[in-house]
């Protein structure tokens, strides 16, 4: 496999994390300088913040909890040589899950779907650890 295409996907989550960022940033700025939200009201991390943008706000923290499981995968396995097809291929079924559960997130935020896209991700970068894990230890 090429750099370009193990890097890929990784290139497109990073993308959906900078895509949520900003769109946070602007949600929260707007919402301040409106005067719906009050510096003294979120200073200290407050969950003050609208529901719309609480909702954007969460779904970007969550891009640094499961996908940073997948981030460390992809940085041993490439130095590696390890991110064979298998491994790309899990990881478009990952970015997938991710965008899926972003997308449900900032929009009808459905826990019952959400839950099932992130599961779904879950599932895929257990199983990309275990076929990496397993490719390691019976090389």
Known sequence: MTVQMVLLPVFLQVGLTFVLLLWMIGARTGSVTRGETKLKDIALRQPNWPEKIAQVGNCFSNQFEVP??????IAIA??????????????????????????????????????????????????????????????
């Open 68 to 73: 940073l499981l997948f981030y460390i995968l």
């Open 78 to 139: 490439l130095p590696l040589r390890r991110a064979d097809l298998v491994i790309v291929m899990l990881s478009w079924v990952f970015v997938v899950t991710r965008f899926a559960h972003a997308g449900i997130f900032v929009t009808s935020n459905d826990v019952r779907t959400r839950s099932l896209a992130w599961f779904a991700g879950v599932l895929v970068v257990i199983a990309m650890w275990v076929y990496f894990a397993v490719k390691i230890l019976l090389a």
